[in-house]
């Protein structure tokens, strides 16, 4: 087997991976569903807003006991948990929208829950991939994660489109709602080692604690968390709030809305791909040049451009992602210790989001007073300057990933390939 697909030689790490690859077809489809879901109750983009912020600040606002329970029980657990609730919610919004019952106040409150079953989600697989592969294949692992969130992405998306265009939202989030059960099927099948735990009786204070430290120990996870933050407030949020409205009332609809997120997941898959052999040698500053290129499906976003040149725009934005993505996450795990890595990717994930409820939630106001096209005027000029001043600053310009030392047994495989 060629060098790059090492990871897939590991069971337990095929069985990970299988399980993010369906649920992530099911996750994209959602929301397309949600979006368009609410557009048929309310007609408001506000309310669409408020529909995704309902999701992330439940998930914001559990994660750091998330991350504390990812570090506490097996992480596999933990994942398995998370899934098989939102199995169940996805299929109770599934029946309220096919039923005809759904009213908007069911959607706000079940995109909560299952925004805070997610938070226990996000810490533990973070923390899982290095247990379930060597370390010398560690970013090919995450390259293959990203692979198999983003290969399910353009055809979740394109399904997404088409079943919400054909015959409703509804059936589209019972779809989502099965491959949750899927994916918790699959880890079930995970068999590992139990990690050692202090025998010291655990106290949450303290281990959310000792997660700060390592988390504010590195100048560069601190500030590029912050910066991005304030990226999904200005920039990311008012593309995806204003963007159904945009593609249902001057693109053409749903349709239109699937291939701008299908541009997305195509240059995410690329990411991934690019992940398996590409290691920047500034590799922090490298994926800040490329998420410059992420303002351009706003701008013509805001131009009210064809789906199709949008969506070729978005996959620059998609493979930005993507391939950061790859990148960040194995910084992470080499450089944090392995008993705190849930607790530090909480803290990151938290950080992350914290202003994206806020985004969501003002993206359609803020845009009825302001204009739409002014909104995602403001986000293009944002990015562009504000990622150019924080490459600037010393410790992420002189951030460097560890070398690959390659196992000896790794070697010979190697040579050959």
């Known amino acids: 087997m060629p060098r790059d697909f090492g990871p897939l030689r590991e069971r337990n790490f095929r069985l990970l991976a299988g399980a993010r690859t369906i649920s992530f077809f099911g996750t994209n489809l959602a929301p397309i569903a949600v979006a368009f879901a609410v557009l048929d109750l309310t007609d408001s983009a506000t309310d669409v807003g408020i529909a995704f912020a309902c999701w992330t600040l439940a998930q914001i606002s559990t994660l750091l006991?998330?991350?504390?329970?990812?570090?506490?029980?097996?992480?596999?657990?933990?994942?398995?948990?998370?899934?098989?609730?939102?199995?169940?919610?996805?299929?109770?919004?599934?029946?309220?929208?096919?039923?005809?019952?759904?009213r908007i106040w069911e959607i706000f409150a079940l995109q909560a829950f299952g925004g805070a079953a997610t938070a226990f989600y996000s810490p533990a697989s973070t923390g899982l991939v290095p247990e379930t592969v060597r370390p010398a294949l560690l970013q090919q692992a995450n390259a293959f994660m990203s692979i198999s969130r983003y290969l399910a992405f353009p055809v979740g998306a394109a399904a997404g489109g088409a079943i919400v265009a054909t015959i409703g939202?509804?059936?589209?989030?019972?779809?989502d709602g099965a491959t949750y059960a899927t994916s918790a099927?699959?880890?079930?099948?995970?068999?590992?080692?139990?990690?050692?735990?202090?025998?010291?009786?655990?106290?949450?204070l303290v281990e959310l604690?000792?997660?700060?430290?390592?988390?504010?120990?590195?100048?560069?996870?601190?500030?590029?968390?912050?910066?991005?933050?304030?990226?999904?407030?200005?920039?990311?949020?008012?593309?995806?709030?204003?963007?159904?409205?945009?593609?249902?009332?001057s693109l053409g609809g749903a349709t239109a809305w699937a291939i701008v997120v299908t541009g997305e997941a195509l240059?995410?898959?690329?990411?991934?791909?690019?992940?398996?052999?590409?290691?920047?040698?500034?590799?922090?500053?490298?994926?800040?040049?490329?998420?410059?290129?992420?303002?351009?499906?706003?701008?013509?976003l805001a131009l009210h451009a064809p789906a199709l040149a949008i969506g070729a725009a978005a996959v620059l934005a998609g493979f930005a992602f993507s391939f950061g993505?790859?990148?960040?996450?194995?910084?992470?795990?080499?450089?944090?210790?392995?008993?705190?890595?849930?607790?530090?990717?909480?803290?990151?994930?938290?950080?992350?989001?914290?202003?994206?409820?806020?985004?969501?939630a003002i993206a359609g106001p803020v845009a009825s007073v302001i204009g739409m096209s002014t909104s995602l005027w403001i986000g293009v000029?944002?990015?562009?300057?504000?990622?150019?001043?924080?490459?600037?600053?010393?410790?992420?310009?002189?951030?460097?990933?560890?070398?690959?030392?390659?196992e000896p047994e790794l070697a010979p495989a190697i040579a050959a390939s």
Not at 185 to 204: E, G, Y
């Open 209 to 249: 604690r000792e997660g700060w430290q390592a988390f504010t120990e590195h100048t560069w996870i601190w500030l590029l968390t912050g910066w991005i933050s304030l990226y999904f407030l200005v920039t990311y949020a008012p593309f995806f709030v204003l963007g159904p409205y945009i593609a249902k009332n």
């Open 267 to 300: 240059g995410a898959l690329a990411g991934g791909l690019a992940g398996l052999r590409l290691r920047p040698r500034r590799a922090m500053t490298s994926i800040g040049a490329l998420f410059i290129t992420t303002g351009l499906q706003c701008a013509l």
């Open 325 to 360: 993505t790859v990148i960040w996450d194995t910084a992470l795990q080499q450089a944090i210790a392995p008993e705190k890595l849930a607790r530090v990717s909480a803290y990151n994930w938290m950080g992350a989001m914290a202003f994206l409820p806020a985004g969501y």
């Open 185 to 204: 099927l699959l880890l079930s099948r995970i068999r590992l080692p139990s990690r050692a735990r202090s025998a010291a009786a655990p106290n949450f």
């Open 381 to 406: 000029v944002w990015v562009v300057v504000t990622t150019l001043i924080v490459i600037s600053v010393r410790d992420v310009r002189a951030f460097r990933l560890e070398p690959v030392r390659l």
């Open 169 to 175: 939202s509804g059936y589209a989030l019972l779809v």
């Open 65 to 102: 006991i998330g991350g504390v329970v990812a570090d506490r029980l097996p992480r596999r657990l933990v994942m398995l948990s998370s899934d098989s609730a939102n199995f169940v919610i996805r299929a109770g919004i599934g029946a309220l929208l096919v039923s005809g019952h759904a």
